[in-house]
């Protein structure tokens, strides 16, 4: 059984996602964990996450399915946290950074996308990421279930009504049971079969130098390729016994049949061997990368014939030898050491090093993830100089499925809500008042102190627009320092708003 597990390679960045293949003991006693890679939608590029995407649409229009786009942007959001990337890569982790274990799937079309949603530590993916040449590719392993591929089945036929099909389109027929010819005749009819295939291997060139000896001869003309054509000969010559022999040995010599087993070389077959212990069953790979000079289906019928040679029954005897000898299992204790990103008591040092006051986590600043203002312990998140946190339980979904539960403007998705129902906040500010720049790549101004935001009253905006004369806003805002008599302006006010 393969174990998807989580690892922590870093205290602040979320946790990998890997698939133990095998756990090995080193020289100096400890446990490492070979394992498979498995890549978030935040380790790869922008632009294979648009391929993605695109990949995902025509995936929902071709099996009609408007699931996706018909969830809140919430669920949206969220799902995308669920969405892995199989690699090929292999490494080696050590078992002690082993967090727990998940669930990674197949994405499995007749599956709601809304039950990853509802399990915990449950990935899917449908893409193979290429971490070397930067590529995705569809997984080859599509479990081919639902409507598309069921078959069509026609309504039964009453007693005494004629099919109307045209039944020599639909089918060939290539043998007869219902034949003059006797078991014993078909049998004797074999045995020359498998005498004319030795003799013809005897003739061959490639083929004494392939089977040196007369019993190697014989064992490969006794293949189901020859016995194949025996009987494919036989019913072409409508069961005539002495046509099929003259079949056998047409003019120009005897018929030799050979099969992938036999067509193949013994370099071939080492080369196929290393491609499947490293590809296992993925033929398209195995093709390109060590055989290309073969077809698909060659190499899948050398497969199958392959399976029944000892060589397999040998390796596959080495393998459960080297499997039990291997460690099956290790015990990972509970990881609770504090972590580093933890806040003590709510304070937090600052961009030049200073401590700041203590404070209650009322007063403090809000989750960047769900906003809650209260929380058993706080950690930091995001740059310094931004002095985000996150509290445990959103904490815990960052560790976990690398995102945010709701989508924040650091991720350039989603502002944040307004303070109260009466009030909105301008567009490019945050809750607690640190503007944007706009200078090279965005990024939120430092603050060193307690933010405030100054609303003004009603009679005061009014006196602006008043007293615009007076004020003159455009020179002031060009002369910040130049005070202004409030009191004045608004005296003035309440008199022309009387006149």
Same mark, same amino acid.
């Given at each position: ?152 089945? +026609? ?21 007869? !049971? ?19 295939? +030795? ?42 016994? +002495? ?76 393998? $459960? ?16 050491? !504090? ?52 509290? $445990? ?29 009466? *009030? ?6 945050? !809750? ?22 100054? *609303? ?31 009191? $004045? ?11």
């Amino acid at each position: 059984t393969k174990y998807y597990v989580y690892f922590e390679n870093s205290s602040s960045n979320p946790l990998l996602i890997r698939r133990i293949e095998e756990l090995n003991k080193t020289a100096n006693g400890n446990v490492e964990a070979k394992v498979v890679c498995f890549y978030r939608r935040r380790d790869i590029s922008g632009t294979l996450i648009a391929l993605a995407d695109k990949h995902a649409r025509e995936m929902e229009e071709e099996m009609e399915n408007t699931e996706m786009s018909e969830l809140p942007e919430k669920q949206k959001h969220q799902l995308r946290h669920r969405e892995l990337f199989l690699s090929r890569q292999l490494e080696s982790l050590p078992a002690t950074h082993i967090r727990g274990k998940c669930c990674v799937t197949l994405l499995n079309e007749t599956e709601a996308l809304t039950s990853y949603l509802e399990r915990e530590d449950a990935f899917f993916y449908s893409l193979v990421y290429d971490p070397q040449q930067k590529t995705l590719l569809a997984d080859k392993g599509e479990i081919r279930v639902g409507n598309k591929y069921q078959a069509d089945v +026609t309504d039964l036929l009453q007693e005494g009504t004629e099919d109307g099909r045209d039944l020599s389109k639909m089918e060939e027929k290539v043998w007869d !049971p219902t034949s003059s010819l006797t078991e014993k005749h078909i049998d004797q009819f074999l045995v020359v079969a498998r005498s004319v295939g +030795t003799f013809a291997r005897a003739l061959d060139c490639s083929s004494s130098v392939r089977q040196p000896s007369l019993h190697m001869s014989a064992a490969a003309a006794s293949r189901d390729i020859t016995l194949f054509h025996a009987m494919d000969t036989l019913h072409a010559a409508g069961y005539d016994m +002495t046509r099929a022999l003259a079949s056998l040995v047409p003019q120009g010599g005897p018929v030799l049949c050979r099969d992938e087993m036999e067509e193949w070389s013994a370099s071939e077959a080492n080369l196929f061997e290393e491609a499947l212990e490293k590809y296992g069953k993925d033929f398209t790979d195995i093709q390109q990368d060590f055989l290309p000079w073969k077809s698909l289906t060659s190499i899948i019928e050398y497969y199958y014939m392959w399976k029944t040679t000892d060589r397999y029954v040998q390796q596959k005897r080495l393998k $459960a030898a080297e499997a039990e000898s291997k460690l099956k299992q290790v015990y990972i204790p509970n990881y609770n050491k !504090p972590n580093p990103n933890q806040l003590v008591n709510s304070v937090k040092p600052l961009v030049n090093g200073a401590g700041a006051p203590p404070q209650t986590p009322g007063l403090g600043r809000a989750c960047e993830s769900c906003y809650t203002s209260s929380s058993i312990q706080w950690y930091s998140w995001g740059p310094p100089n931004m002095q985000c946190r996150l509290c $445990a339980s959103c904490w815990t979904y960052w560790k976990k499925y690398g995102g945010l539960k709701m989508p924040t403007r650091l991720e350039n998705e989603r502002l944040s809500p307004p303070t109260n129902k009466s *009030q909105k906040l301008p567009r490019k500010r945050r !809750p607690h008042g640190l503007p944007l720049r706009h200078s090279g790549s965005p990024k939120f101004a430092a603050k060193t102190r307690q933010a405030f935001y100054l *609303q003004t009253s009603a009679v005061t905006r009014a006196a602006r627009r008043l007293c615009q004369d007076l004020i003159r806003p455009r020179y002031l805002a060009r002369h910040p320092y130049l005070p202004v008599n409030s009191a $004045a302006v608004k005296a003035e006010s309440e008199d022309r708003d009387m006149t």
